[in-house]
């Protein structure tokens, strides 16, 4: 068990029951006494609510003891009124743990003598289960009391109490926010008007029911409809049935408030993940070419320097330009009785016989 949060006020009595046969709504000190707390249980008091716990639950309740002003200022902010004044929370270890701390007569016990207003909370985890959520399970506990409490102990709708404290506890998530979204797609939300039994066969609070009446509650909260939100529960606490309740609370009927809120849910829960998805899909995209841009600009450059590169490397292999060399062979009865040219080469003429060549302005001996 997560939580087994006990406001011990009068629940709703089961669709179809005559008004005669539903039990009185119990008053203030109508209840049996409180069972003593075990001798072991460490207590604690934090501006008029009282903590009393199990020693292993130390270090789980003591954030409990640390949020517990801010939970109430919370609290009576969107109620708009003093509520939780004076509160007990008892926490246990186990069914057997609660068991003992827990009145006996639950089923006809209002709020403890003296205004006190009790919860029980049970932190024990089954084997292979997870640890349970101690801050969920307090704040939805003290959102059920101080919604019995503006209610003066009359009896609430059950989607009411319940949407109001998982809203309260920060539900639905953003994931449940997205499935009613779906939903809404697909048409499968309930109607306002079948709500209440909806929400009595789901499972769990993760349902599809459990989130629609969570965030239809946050709906009736929200902007200025907030201010109206009291007199709604005034209304519901006086018998008024939900529809009038409703007409009377925000001088609209059931069906236009209903409309209202699947369009608000519409643009919360489709619209704005849709434009958010089109916005990131564009600016992915946007990356994805830029990036692409980039690659080609670092292939282009890496061919260019790779042409260049060879283009050089055809231009080192290239042979050296051959050596043009004339060969003259003089004798020396061809010199004789010439006078010698400007372009004859000086130097030891040429014996007869021996090939010479002329380079430079000089004679060189062939070997």
């Known amino acids: 068990m997560l939580l087994a949060p006990m406001p011990l006020a009068a629940q709703p009595a089961p669709r179809g029951t005559p008004a005669a046969a539903q039990p009185e709504t119990p008053k203030q000190g109508a209840r049996s006494e ?7 249980y460490l207590q604690h008091d934090q501006a008029g609510i009282r903590f009393a716990y199990h020693p292993s ?5 003591r954030p409990l003891i640390e949020m517990a002003e801010s939970v109430r200022s919370r609290l009576r902010q969107e109620l708009d009124a003093p509520v939780l004044a004076h509160a007990e929370v008892r926490v246990g270890m ?4 609660v068991a003992r701390i827990t009145p006996g007569a639950a089923g006809t016990a209002g709020r403890p003598s003296g205004g006190l207003e009790l919860v029980i909370i049970d932190l024990g985890t089954p084997p292979g289960a997870e640890p349970p959520d101690a801050r969920e399970a307090f704040c939805r506990a003290l959102a059920h009391l101080a919604l019995d409490e503006l209610a003066a102990g009359h009896a609430l709708p059950h989607w009411l109490h319940e949407g109001f404290a998982l809203r309260f506890a920060n539900r639905p998530s953003i994931g449940g926010t997205f499935g009613l979204g779906w939903a809404a797609l697909r048409r499968k939300l309930v ?19 459990a989130s629609q009446t969570a965030d239809f509650v946050r709906f009736l909260l929200d902007g200025e409809r907030g201010a109206r939100f009291p007199e709604l529960v005034g209304q519901l606490a006086r018998g008024t049935g939900t529809a009038a309740a409703i007409s009377a609370a925000y001088g609209t009927e059931l069906g236009q408030v209903e409309r209202s809120w699947r369009a608000d849910l519409a643009k919360r829960a489709v619209f704005v993940p849709l434009l958010g ?8 995209l946007a990356a ?3 990036l692409g841009r980039r690659a080609h600009a670092r292939r282009m450059a890496r061919r260019q320097s790779m042409a260049a590169l060879r283009q050089l490397g055809q231009r080192a292999a290239r042979p050296a330009p ?4 004339h060969v003259i062979r003089i004798r020396g009865s061809d010199l004789e009785g010439r006078v010698p040219t400007p372009d004859m080469p000086l130097g030891e003429p040429p014996s007869e ?13 062939l070997h």
């Open 288 to 290: 994805v070419a830029a």
């Open 353 to 365: 016989g021996v090939p010479k060549v002329s380079h430079d302005g000089r004679w060189h001996t």
């Open 94 to 97: 186990g069914p057997a743990d």
């Open 57 to 61: 639950a130390r270090d789980r309740v």
């Open 322 to 325: 051959e050596l043009k060399v």
């Open 277 to 284: 998805v089109g916005i990131a899909s564009a600016g992915l």
């Open 191 to 209: 109607p306002l008007n079948e709500i209440d039994r909806a929400l009595r066969t789901a499972e769990g609070d993760d349902s599809l029911a």
């Open 34 to 40: 409180l069972p003593p707390l075990p001798p072991e």
